[in-house]
């Protein structure tokens, strides 16, 4: 069974860092892009970005909201992909979803998500 | 960025009405689109990819359809786990982006 499992979020001040991580288990991890998602209160889906598979180049994308300012990574041996978040913003306040990202019929999907972590940034 | 719009934004329905929500890319974007179902607290959860591919697990009264830059996602008997929140996804070009949801509420 696939499982991710979030860490790492919490309460931090406009400006900080915060570093998340996403725990996989249950399938190749090191086969897979894996993808960050946010949803602040109440509010809809934003994708984040993604770090592709070592094998697809181990490149990664952004939106242009974090662009600059995040960074994701992966550890294969550990099966763990991480979302550094530097510079915080308020706007950044959001659960944050890890998820692996499927490629059918060439088409990229959100297939397994964790159960997300709250990241709230105010002072 | 491709703007995915989602209509309605709410709708009432009972239990065993046919339900559609509809999603229009502001371009074209092939069928690079998928559907999800969030309920409340929880993750998201694939219903449908490519625009009409059913996700394993899924039940069939579950589909999907596309019609140049209209997408949409259709519930052929809403069951009372259904009432819950939509979401379309295009994964055609960067950034992806996502619809601003659907709330289907029992009437």
């Known amino acids: 069974e696939v499982q991710l499992v979030e860490s790492g979020g919490g309460l931090v001040q406009p400006g900080r860092s915060l570093r998340l991580s996403c725990t996989a288990s249950g399938f190749t991890f090191g086969d897979y892009t894996m993808s960050w998602v946010r949803q602040a209160p109440g509010k809809g889906l934003e994708w984040v970005g993604f770090?592709?598979?070592?094998?697809?180049?181990?490149?990664?994308e952004y939106a242009a909201s974090v662009k600059g300012r995040f960074t994701t990574s992966r550890d294969d041996s550990k099966s763990i992909a991480y979302l550094q978040m530097n510079s915080l913003k308020t706007e950044d306040t959001a659960v944050y979803y890890c998820?692996?990202?499927?490629?059918?019929?060439?088409?990229?999907?959100?297939?397994?998500w964790g159960q997300g972590t709250m990241v709230a940034v105010s002072s | 960025d491709i703007q995915m719009t989602q209509s309605p934004s709410s709708l009432s329905a009972s239990v065993g009405d046919r339900v559609t929500i509809t999603c229009r890319a502001s371009?074209?974007?092939?069928?690079?689109l998928n559907w999800y179902q969030q309920k409340p607290g929880k993750a998201p959860k694939l219903l449908i990819y490519a625009a009409s591919s059913l996700q394993s697990g899924v039940p069939s009264r579950f589909s999907g359809s596309r019609s140049g830059t209209d997408f949409t996602l259709t519930i052929s008997s809403l069951q009372p786990e259904d009432f819950t929140t939509y979401y379309c996804?295009?994964?055609?070009?960067?950034?992806?982006?996502f619809g601003q949801g659907t709330k289907v509420e029992i009437k």
């Open positions: 371009q074209s974007i092939s069928s690079y």
């Open positions: 998820t692996t990202v499927v490629v059918i019929d060439l088409i990229d999907a959100f297939e397994s």
């Open positions: 996804q295009q994964s055609y070009s960067f950034p992806w982006t």
């Open positions: 770090i592709r598979s070592k094998r697809s180049g181990g490149t990664t």
